[in-house]
């Protein structure tokens, strides 16, 4: 199973161009985008406990550090870059909504990868999606509130409807009844994946007949800000004096967006050009960090490092 999962840019991409050459199908799934991320917030929630929410407070400097870099880098670098490249009012508000999501739950498997601190990408991911609720609308606000109408009540309430209840739902679920699911635990990554490999070719086939003129300007945006963000967590983690595991860590978390909400945030509230970055963000950053990951992770072995816990 983990092996399929490990797979989630060839599925992505198989059925992006699927979607791309066949687009009515997939299209006529448009009203199935939220109660799919509403199953990887569910997901997510599974694989947490109680302990998880109490345990953010046992290291909340780092926590807060790492939220702080996130909400305030990702959604300015999103900002810059689409002025930077002249993008469409559609797309631009597609960056900022990608730049003011929490940290995806990617973020914690490439995290092992990349021989980080998966406990704190645990924390980070948990604390940085309880932020949201309130940042994501306030941050899209601020930063498009001159190019497109913000509905900041409406998206609050979807917000609270996508996640939190989700979450919420899956952690009492788990918390609960944590022997009887060990085994049906596992299927959940997996399932996680398929919704977002689904959400993906949705939006293309949304926006196949757009893709032409806006798919490489977008491409080309989407890999700067997540390239920027990877950057900037670790770089300023590191001007910190935080090690590089933590730093690792951090780099990831603020790189590797919850895209999929910035997506069905976009269609619903916005237009489906808008929900593009998110779709191809999904893509790319689980590209780069896979990659990013590889390279520490040899980077270590060839130094005789070993994992931090």
């Given at each position: 199973?983990?092996?399929?999962i490990?797979?989630?840019?060839?599925?992505?991409?198989?059925?992006?161009?699927?979607a791309?050459?066949?687009?009515?199908?997939?299209?006529?799934?448009?009203?199935?985008?939220?109660?799919?991320?509403?199953?990887?917030?569910?997901?997510?929630?599974?694989?947490l406990?109680w302990?998880?929410?109490?345990?953010?407070?046992t290291?909340?400097?780092?926590?807060?550090i790492a939220?702080?870099?996130?909400?305030g880098?990702?959604?300015?670098?999103?900002?810059?870059?689409?002025?930077a490249?002249?993008?469409?009012?559609?797309?631009?508000?597609?960056?900022?909504?990608?730049?003011a999501?929490a940290g995806?739950?990617?973020?914690?498997?490439?995290?092992?990868?990349?021989?980080?601190n998966?406990?704190l990408s645990?924390?980070?991911?948990?604390?940085?999606?309880?932020?949201?609720?309130?940042?994501?609308?306030?941050?899209?606000?601020?930063?498009?509130?001159?190019?497109?109408?913000?509905?900041?009540?409406?998206m609050?309430r979807?917000?609270?409807?996508?996640?939190?209840l989700?979450?919420?739902?899956?952690?009492?679920?788990?918390?609960?009844?944590?022997?009887?699911?060990?085994?049906?635990?596992?299927?959940?990554?997996?399932?996680?994946?398929?919704?977002?490999?689904v959400?993906?070719?949705?939006?293309?086939?949304?926006?196949?007949?757009?893709?032409?003129?806006?798919?490489l300007?977008?491409?080309?945006?989407?890999?700067l800000?997540?390239?920027?963000?990877?950057a900037?967590?670790?770089?300023?983690?590191?001007?910190?004096?935080?090690?590089?595991?933590?730093?690792?860590?951090v780099?990831?978390?603020?790189?590797?967006?919850?895209?999929?909400?910035?997506?069905a945030?976009a269609?619903?509230?916005?237009?489906a050009?808008a929900?593009?970055?998110?779709?191809?963000?999904?893509?790319?950053?689980?590209?780069?960090?896979?990659?990013?990951?590889?390279?520490w992770r040899?980077?270590?072995?060839?130094?005789?490092?070993?994992?931090?816990?």
């Amino acid at each position: 199973m983990q092996r399929l999962i490990n797979l989630f840019p060839l599925w992505a991409v198989t059925l992006a161009l699927l979607a791309y050459v066949r687009p009515q199908p997939f299209a006529e799934l448009k009203d199935g985008i939220i109660p799919l991320l509403a199953m990887v917030m569910f997901s997510m929630g599974m694989t947490l406990s109680w302990r998880d929410f109490a345990a953010v407070l046992t290291r909340p400097l780092i926590i807060v550090i790492a939220a702080s870099i996130q909400f305030g880098c990702m959604p300015l670098f999103a900002w810059l870059i689409s002025h930077a490249l002249a993008l469409p009012p559609e797309l631009m508000t597609g960056m900022v909504l990608v730049g003011a999501s929490a940290g995806g739950t990617a973020s914690n498997v490439v995290c092992y990868l990349a021989n980080g601190n998966v406990a704190l990408s645990v924390l980070m991911t948990t604390f940085s999606t309880l932020c949201a609720l309130i940042m994501m609308p306030l941050l899209s606000w601020l930063y498009l509130n001159q190019v497109v109408t913000v509905p900041v009540v409406d998206m609050l309430r979807s917000i609270l409807l996508i996640v939190l209840l989700p979450v919420l739902s899956g952690t009492l679920i788990n918390s609960f009844f944590d022997r009887r699911l060990s085994r049906m635990r596992k299927i959940f990554p997996l399932l996680s994946s398929l919704s977002i490999v689904v959400v993906i070719a949705i939006i293309i086939g949304l926006n196949q007949h757009q893709l032409s003129g806006v798919a490489l300007p977008a491409l080309a945006a989407v890999c700067l800000h997540n390239l920027s963000g990877l950057a900037c967590g670790y770089w300023l983690a590191r001007l910190l004096n935080y090690d590089r595991h933590i730093a690792r860590t951090v780099a990831i978390e603020v790189g590797m967006q919850n895209s999929g909400l910035s997506v069905a945030l976009a269609v619903q509230y916005f237009s489906a050009l808008a929900a593009l970055p998110g779709a191809l963000f999904s893509i790319w950053h689980n590209v780069s960090g896979s990659m990013l990951a590889y390279y520490w992770r040899y980077k270590d072995k060839n130094n005789g490092h070993s994992r931090p816990y």
